[in-house]
């Protein structure tokens, strides 16, 4: 375990922190050029020979960039008050409606819908009249807007990491794009807090997404450069290389919750390059939630001895052994799954479970998880492992 290699924390480190750049780099392109999309300032389109993506009629307009973006606070309270929606309805659908039908436009629970419109009508996007609903025109619009460019980002960042190729603006490389990005948000930022500050809206508005991605890439600086100069040339066939490759395109079916295909691509790389114990509970993890709990038993065990620093093997691997019968073992695995959990300062799953770009994996670890605590109603000690692994996470 000492030697840095595929089965020690070297490789999954630094892989962690190469995904961790990617994210921020692709949400910058991704939500800065859809954004631009919506707002009709230019049109994405793919050449279906050379697989390249391109921007086409470019056009700069600061001044409607800006005005969505201060319109950005409407979509973030929306979706934090109703997390679970999937596509918007159409204003008429909802507007004037009552509760019930509003609830069945947007496919929650009544009692889900009752919660998130009082939230919303404090922010003054809802108002309540006569027991119907009433959403205000122009805030709506603001959330759909947003809601388009992140139904869009999706596909850019899709087609992205599954070519391997970045966007490319008329003949600039995706190096220049990324910096003639980061010099106009920029310079968008001064006017959006200028523009804030005018209006009195310290505190009350939600920054943008884009301003934080920039800012994350510029704290790294060169480095983040390095990481997607390396993703977009042909991918080297070193270890490193092939770990970051198996997780993003794993990461992808995943996404589209084709897991027996991420389970191939993930196999094929343990079979490969050896049993790196973050693979193996990436692996595991999928077999669980699919219910081959023969398959997962077998990859979590190889997890929890290739990699007695992670702490999910141990959990998962009681899940699974308890589905089996194997009662009395699991619980022997679940009390190491909480006394390290509550003894370690830092565990190295959190990066992961933080790393936007493995999609869905925070997701199906928290399903997981809270079948572990149905699982065993009676372990109070479990509950708060979980609260304590997973506390502050965004899924």
Request: glycine letters at 6%.
């Amino acid at each position: 375990m000492g030697e840095r290699g595929p089965t020690s924390r070297g490789y999954f480190d630094e892989v962690m922190e190469h995904l961790h750049i990617l994210s921020d780099i692709i949400f910058l392109l991704g939500n800065f050029l859809a954004l631009r999309d919506v707002l009709g300032l230019f049109e994405i389109e793919e050449d279906r020979f050379s697989g390249k993506i391109y921007v086409r009629r470019y056009c700069r307009d600061d001044e409607r960039v800006l005005r969505a973006f201060l319109s950005y606070t409407d979509y973030i309270v929306f979706f934090s008050a109703v997390p679970r929606v999937r596509a918007l309805p159409r204003y008429e659908e909802v507007n004037g409606r009552s509760v019930v039908m509003v609830a069945k436009k947007f496919e929650v629970e009544k009692r889900v819908m009752k919660e998130a419109l009082r939230e919303l009508s404090g922010y003054g996007i809802v108002n309540m009249r006569g027991g119907l609903v009433f959403f205000d025109k122009e805030r709506y619009a603001n959330i759909e807007l947003w809601h388009r460019q992140k139904m869009l980002m999706v596909g850019f960042w899709s087609r992205v990491l599954g070519r391997r190729r970045l966007v490319f603006l008329e003949n600039m490389d995706a190096v220049e794009v990324l910096r003639s990005i980061l010099r106009e948000v920029g310079e968008l930022k001064e006017k959006f807090l200028e523009e804030v500050k005018s209006k009195g809206l310290e505190g009350k508005i939600e920054v943008p997404e884009e301003i934080t991605y920039a800012e994350s890439i510029e704290r790294r600086g060169k480095k983040c450069f390095e990481v997607l100069g390396s993703i977009l040339r042909d991918m080297a066939d070193t270890p490193l290389e092939k770990y970051r490759r198996a997780l993003l395109n794993a990461s992808l079916h995943t996404f589209n919750e084709r897991y027996d295909r991420a389970l191939k691509i993930l196999g094929e790389f343990v079979n490969e390059i050896g049993e790196d114990p973050f693979i193996l509970l990436y692996m595991g993890t999928l077999q669980a939630l699919m219910g081959k709990w023969k398959e997962a038993e077998d990859t979590l065990r190889r997890a929890v001895l290739r990699g007695e620093e992670f702490v999910l093997p141990y959990a998962f691997l009681a899940l699974t052994l308890s589905r089996r019968g194997k009662r009395r073992e699991a619980v022997g695995h679940l009390r190491k799954y909480c006394k390290n959990v509550m003894r370690r300062a830092e565990v190295p799953e959190r990066r992961a479970l933080e790393c936007p770009i493995l999609f869905r994996f925070a997701d199906i670890v928290m399903t997981l998880l809270r079948k572990l605590e149905k699982e065993f109603p009676s372990l109070e000690d479990v509950r708060k492992a979980n609260a304590t692994l997973t506390s502050g996470l965004r899924c």
